[in-house]
């Protein structure tokens, strides 16, 4: 199970200053856990991001929002061949035209690369107010979990970034 370390703060917080905003929060949380417990861990797809906002996120936090939205954070199988989704976290315009040298240069022998599975999150805030951990989660689970899961954030928050 995962530990919901930055979520047990957040919700302690909204339980006392904002108890419907907590319900909410937990409500929607417990929808996505509840719709993605069947899968078990091995058959997530394993993630990498690549957070490269200013400044930098808490890894721990990032980490957290990914395996709630489903993805499989597994450091002894990381390696290029095994990471299926490849997610960059970047706010500036200018990363998309940057983008395909990184790919050639850094990541050309990843799996998610070869299979045309890397995403641009560009909300500006992303991971970076604890007020935004839902639409945030959401994000993370409409790319990694796509199947099950339509916010309604592509386009506007993040991108497919088609090779």
Do not use: C
């Not at 905003?21 to 078990?40: D, Q, R, S, T, Y």
């Not at 002894?76 to 990363?95: C, M, Q, T």
């Not at 994000?139 to 991108?159: C, D, M, N, T």
């Amino acid at each position: 199970m995962i530990q919901l370390k930055h979520y047990s703060a957040i919700s302690n917080d909204l339980q006392k200053s904002n108890p419907e905003k907590f319900e909410l929060l937990e409500e929607e949380l417990n929808i996505i856990i509840h719709k993605l417990k069947f899968i078990a861990i091995e058959n997530r797809p394993m993630v990498e991001i690549i957070d490269l906002s200013t400044p930098a996120n808490d890894p721990t936090y990032i980490e957290e929002l990914s395996e709630i939205a489903g993805a499989q954070n597994n450091p002894l199988v990381k390696e290029a061949e095994n990471i299926e989704i490849l997610i960059f976290i970047n706010d500036n315009p200018a990363f998309l035209g940057k983008l395909p040298e990184l790919l050639n240069n850094q990541y050309s022998d990843y799996k998610a690369v070869k299979n045309n599975n890397v995403f641009i999150i560009q909300k500006a805030d992303f991971a970076k107010n604890k007020e935004n951990y839902l639409v945030d989660t959401e994000i993370f689970a409409e790319i990694i979990q796509s199947k099950y899961f339509v916010y309604g954030h592509e386009g506007q928050y993040w991108v497919k970034f088609d090779l």
